[in-house]
């Protein structure tokens, strides 16, 4: 997993040098980005496919393709904080699941940008560039740095999200809206955030962080219910010590 991110990394690296220039055309970069987007996946799929032959797959693009085996299935997505990417803002990542038997049991997001590598595996703790991540030991909310989604247009979430925006904003140091859902995982997982939620989002942006955040010792958890876990949801993650009270201020309501 880790050998494919990096690969693909390469390619969408130097097509975000490319992005950077696109910004001043009257077209703009967007057919440009899918392209590259596109590219990225194709990688990863290839990889991955190769290593494993029997596993499904299920890409943001792609959708699922079913393998032999569908009980072990590669969860991805190739470009993580598409608007970001689009815009040349520098934050955006490859994250790459591979779920057993409906658990995640390996985990990888990659940030090119900042060479930062996240990397999980079950019951073996989380990693960043090979060295042991946990999440921080805030205890008081109000001093968490808090990571969340912002709705936008038809965004879902409209409704539950102002109520939760205010309570938690009533409480915390501080909000950051960075615009990559895996990142925001990852940065709880390594103790940058204290804590993050979001509303809506999708597998392929939450299986690896999700699986980050708990090997650093956080909690993670997507508010619907673990029973599907593998739709969109309202995903939240903490560090141990705020992880119950922030869900709870989020559940209210
Ligand atoms: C998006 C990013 C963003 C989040 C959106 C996601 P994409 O993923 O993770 O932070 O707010 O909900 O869809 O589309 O760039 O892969």
Same mark, same amino acid.
């Given at each position: 997993?880790?050998?494919?991110?990096v690969?693909?990394?390469?390619?969408?690296?130097?097509?975000?040098g490319?992005?950077e220039q696109?910004?001043?055309?009257?077209?703009?970069?967007?057919d440009?980005?899918?392209?590259?987007d596109?590219?990225a996946?194709?990688?990863?799929?290839?990889?991955?496919?190769?290593?494993r032959?029997?596993?499904?797959?299920?890409?943001?693009?792609?959708?699922?393709?079913?393998?032999?085996?569908?009980?072990?299935?590669?969860?991805?997505?190739?470009?993580d904080?598409?608007?970001?990417?689009?815009?040349?803002?520098?934050?955006?990542?490859?994250s790459?699941?591979?779920?057993q038997?409906g658990?995640?049991t390996?985990?990888?997001?990659?940030?090119?940008?900042?060479?930062?590598?996240?990397?999980?595996?079950k019951?073996?703790?989380?990693?960043?560039?090979?060295?042991?991540? =946990?999440?921080?030991?805030? /205890?008081?909310? &109000?001093? %968490?740095? !808090?990571?969340? $989604?912002?709705p936008?247009?038809? +965004?879902?979430?409209?409704?539950?999200?102002?109520?939760?925006?205010?309570r938690?904003a009533d409480?915390?140091?501080?909000? =950051?809206?960075?615009?990559? /859902?895996?990142? &925001?995982l %990852?940065? !709880?997982?390594c $103790?940058?955030?204290?804590?993050? +939620?979001?509303?809506?989002?999708?597998p392929?942006?939450?299986?690896?962080?999700?699986?980050?955040?708990?090997?650093?010792?956080?909690?993670?958890?997507r508010?619907?219910? &673990?029973?599907?876990?593998?739709?969109? $949801?309202?995903?939240?993650?903490?560090?141990?010590n705020?992880?119950?009270?922030f869900?709870?201020l989020?559940a209210?309501?």
């Open positions: 997993m880790v050998r494919a991110v690969r693909a990394a390469r390619g969408l690296a130097r097509d975000f490319e992005v696109l910004q001043w055309s009257v077209k703009g970069p967007a440009f980005v899918s392209a590259a596109r590219r996946e194709q990688i990863l799929v290839q990889d991955l496919h190769r290593a032959p029997d596993f499904s797959i299920l890409t943001e693009e792609g959708g699922l393709r079913e393998g032999r085996f569908p009980e072990h299935r590669f969860i991805i997505d190739p470009l904080g598409t608007t970001n990417y689009l815009h040349a803002m520098p934050h955006w990542a490859i790459v699941a591979l779920e038997h658990e995640v390996a985990g990888c997001i990659y940030d090119p940008v900042r060479n930062e590598l996240f990397a999980a595996d019951g073996n703790g989380a990693y960043m560039n090979d060295q042991r991540i =946990r999440v921080s030991r805030t /205890a008081e909310i &109000d001093r %968490a740095l !808090v990571g969340c $989604g912002l936008v247009r038809d +965004w879902k979430g409209r409704k539950s999200f102002p109520g939760q925006y205010e938690v409480k915390v140091a501080g909000l =950051r809206r960075m615009g990559a /859902a895996s990142l &925001d %990852a940065y !709880v997982a $103790g940058r955030l204290d804590a993050y +939620w979001e509303y809506g989002i999708k392929w942006d939450y299986a690896a962080g999700m699986l980050l955040v708990r090997e650093a010792g956080g909690k993670a958890a508010l619907e219910g &673990d029973d599907r876990p593998w739709e969109e $949801g309202t995903v939240m993650a903490a560090n141990a705020l992880g119950d009270a869900r709870d989020l209210v309501g």
